[in-house]
C-alpha cells in the first residue's frame, strides 16, 4: 500500500530526526555499552576495592582494632577512614586511610593481619572505566556531553518506534526479522526488530542513567527526591551530604541519600560515659567509655549488619560512626535490604537508622532501578546487562551501516534523509519535540542548536558549495 503525501513527508521529518539524533548518540552509545560491560565483569569477578583476595579461615579473625592497626603501618601518617568488612569468611577485610598523597587501601588478613596490598584507592580498571563511563574523564564537561546524548538517546527511542510501527503489515510480521535478500533490507529489519525489542530496556537505562546526571538528575529529580532532613528526630546536622562526607562526592551511596545532610555528633553527650563496661542497646552503645572500633563492630553485628558492610570512621570534631550496607555499594543483593546507622561518638546513642522503607516512592524505585543498572543483583543481572549492551553496540553499528549504504556513491558528505516541505502534521511533530526538550533541558538545548542548524546555517553552506 502506498504512503499519502502527507504520511510520506510527515515518516521522512521523523527519519531526519532520527538521522540526526544518532549522529552524536551513537558514539556514546558505543562508549557506555563497551565501558558499562567492562564495569559488570570487573566488579563481578574481581570486585572493586580488592576485596577478592582469598585467605585461609582460621577459627577466630583478629579484634577489628588490631587488623587496623597492621593496616595504619602501612601508612603511619594515615588517617584510618574505612573498614569494609569482608564479604564471606575465606576473604580479605579492606581499610581506607587518608594521607597527603590521597586515599589508600590497605588489604589486611583478617586472621593474622598481615598487609596483602596497598594501592590508591579508585585506581583500578573499574575506576578507569567508570570515570569514561560517568564523564568521558573530562569532569563536568564530560557529564554534560553524556546527559545530552542520553536525552537524545530517548528522541531516538521515540522516533525509532515510530519508524518502526507496522503501517502495511501485521505486528507479529514486523516482530520477525527478515533474513533473506541481504542487503540493506536485511540490516534494516535487523535494525529495526531488535531496536523494538530492547526499547524498553533501553529507555530504563537511560531514566536511570539520567536520574544520576548533573542537570535532569541532581538538579531537577533527585533534589526532590531525596531522604528528608525532617524525617529525622531532632538531630543535630551537620554542613556536608552523605555523598560528601562518605565516598568525597563519588556516586557510592544510596541516590535518595546523597543530597542528604549527615547527622553530626554533640560534644556534650558523652559526659555520661566512664569506666564502666560498654553495653550494646538497640539505641546505641551505653554505660562505657566513649565507642572504639571494636564496640562499634560488635554493634553493628548485634543489630544485623551481616558479611559485608562499611564502617566510616567519624571525621572531626562532629563526625559520627557510620554503619551501611547497601546493593550500590555491592554490599548486598537486595536493594530493598538498604541500611545506613549514625551513631554519635561522644554517646554513643544512634542518631539516625535509615532503612529503604524509609525513603521516598521515587528513592525506593532508584535503589532497585541503579542495582539493575549497575548489575549488581547477581549474575543473572550481569548476563541480562551484558545482552542488551551487545544489543545496543549491534543498532549503533547496524545504524552505521544503514547510512553507509544508503549514502550517495563515493560521497563522504552526512546526507541526511531530504527535507519533507507541506507537511500538514509539522505543528504536532514540533510539540511533541518542544516537549521532550522541556522535559530533558540538555536535550531542547541541543535540538534548538540542530533546527538552528538545519534551517539556517546548512543551506548557505549548501549554497556556497553550488556556488
Known sequence: MTQSPARAAFYRAVWRWHFYAGLYVIPFFIMLATTGMAMLWIAWLDGRD???HMVTPQAQPLALSEQAESAQKAFPNGALAQYIAPRSDDLAAI????TDSGPMMAVIDPYNAEILEVFPRRSGWYDLMDNLHGSLLLGLTGDRMIEIAASLGILLLVTGLYLWWPRDTSLLRALTPRVTGGGRGLWKSLHSVIGIYISLFLLFFLISGLAWAGVWGEKMIQAWSSFPVGKYDAIPLSDTTHAEALNG?????????????MPASDAHAGHSHGSAPATATPSGITAGPLPNLDQIDAFAR???????YQLNLPQGDT??????????STDSLDPTSDRI??????SGAVLADIRYGDYSLLGKAMAVGIALHMGTLGLWSVLANTLICLSVLFLCLSGIIL??????????QLSPPPLPRNMPHWPAATGIVLLLGLAFPMAGITIALVLIWDALLRPRLLRRTLA
Open 403 to 412: 547510512w553507509w549504504k544508503r549514502r550517495p556513491t563515493a560521497s563522504w
Open 50 to 52: 580488592g576485596e577478592r
Open 249 to 261: 562526592g563519588r556516586k557510592e551511596v544510596p541516590w535518595a541519600l546523597e543530597q542528604t545532610p
Open 302 to 308: 548485634d543489630i544485623g549488619f551481616s558479611g559485608r
Open 319 to 328: 563526625g559520627v560512626w557510620t554503619l551501611s550496607r547497601n546493593s550500590m
Open 341 to 346: 546507622t549514625h551513631i554519635d561518638r561522644y
Open 95 to 98: 581499610f581506607r586511610l587518608n
